[in-house]
């Protein structure tokens, strides 16, 4: 039995060796499998020393690394490895940071840009605006108006400039004809009440003391709430137009003058209806109708209105003068107490305030 015992006891060892052995060789091979990229240079420095007969190769077998070297070898790869990943991670992450902020400021830039844009066109549209564009809002405090923009058209219409206007209180009412200062308060007041847009008329003071007239049209403005928060408007220059008005009336009042002071009655009819449009102090006399009746009367009230003065033969008078040919013929004609007598009618194609008319000078005979 002893001899039995002792040849296992001494082959014991050896086969503990093979195991480890086995072990080792296991670990080596996963060493090197998780480290294969390491090696790539040494294969193909071996590949060219064989293909290139006396080349002395560094990597020869006596250069080899040991096992417990290579499994070292390996492990510190794996954490170069890591360390390089976490290094290139890190990299990514600063480089993506750097390119959203990048992309932030040129997005900040564009915005800017653009706003500047808009802002230029905006003040490019308000200063081709012939008048002066404005705003006012309610002072929270003393509950006035303030004046927060005026365009600088208003230099060109009065020779103030905006900083002046916005620097005073109120400086539109105080530089406005006292006459017109009550009316456009009290305008100004109701927009303001109920929200309904208005317009107004007032005289100006320029700066080299000039009256211009001026027409504020007035916009309310409205909070999210929809109270009335200000105003904001255009106002426009009609002192040409006001003058033209005025110069029309004076027309009309010379006309007028002289229209009435004819000894013969005057009719003045429209071109193409025969509808009747004014008449003289002289007709009102003659027919005994005011000038507001006349209106609404036509030629047959005015005749007999039986053949061959009826309306009818009216009208064919009327389009031989509206052709352009003058028409003078007798007429009988009717008082509006139902009297008849006898007038003679020259009847002319007109130009009247720019318009063209028949003008029937009537003559009693």
Not at 51 to 61: E, L
Not at 205 to 232: C, K, M, Q, Y
Not at 281 to 296: A, C
Request: some cysteine; proline content about 3%.
């Amino acid at each position: 039995m002893k001899p039995h015992l002792h040849r296992v006891t001494k082959h014991a060892p050896r086969g503990s060796g093979t195991i480890a052995a086995l072990v080792r060789h296991i670990r080596f091979q996963q060493a090197v499998n998780r480290s294969a990229f390491f090696f790539l240079p040494f294969l193909f420095s071996r590949y060219a020393s064989a293909s290139q007969p006396g080349r002395k190769d560094i990597f020869s077998a006596s250069h080899y690394l040991t096992e417990p070297a290579l499994y070292t070898l390996g492990e510190y790869t794996w954490y170069a490895i890591g360390i390089t990943a976490a290094c290139l991670i890190e990299a990514g992450f600063i480089a993506w940071l750097l390119l959203v902020q990048s992309r932030r400021r040129n997005a900040e830039r564009e915005t800017k840009h653009i706003a500047q844009d808009r802002h230029r066109q905006l003040q490019e549209v308000v200063s081709n605006v012939p008048g002066i564009v404005w705003e006012t809002r309610i002072d929270q405090e003393t509950k006035a108006l303030q004046t927060t923009f005026m365009s600088p058209q208003v230099e060109v219409m009065l020779g103030y400039s905006p900083d002046e206007w916005l620097s005073g209180d109120r400086f539109g009412m105080q530089i406005m004809v006292e006459e017109d200062r009550e009316l456009a308060r009290r305008t100004t007041d109701e927009v303001l009440q109920t929200g309904v847009n208005g317009v107004i008329q007032f005289r100006w003071r320029t700066r080299d003391g000039r009256i211009v007239w001026a027409e504020s049209h007035l916009n309310p403005i409205f909070d999210e709430r929809g109270n009335t928060v200000g105003l904001r408007g255009v106002t426009l220059d009609i002192s040409d137009r006001k003058l033209a008005e005025e110069e029309l009336k004076s027309s009309e009042a010379t006309y007028r003058a002289v229209f009435n002071a004819a000894s013969d009655a005057i009719l003045v009819f429209e071109r193409e209806q025969g509808s009747i449009l004014d008449a003289n102090q002289r007709m009102t006399e003659m027919y005994g109708y005011t000038v507001d009746e006349v209106r609404q009367l036509n030629m047959g009230d005015l005749s007999l209105n039986e053949l061959p003065y009826t309306l009818e033969n009216a009208a064919k008078w009327m389009k031989q003068a509206a052709a352009g040919k003058p028409q003078l013929f007798e007429w009988q004609a009717k008082h509006k107490s139902g009297r008849l007598f006898w007038v003679e009618i020259n009847l002319k194609l007109a130009s009247l305030g720019g318009k063209e008319v028949l003008l029937a000078v009537v003559r009693d005979i």
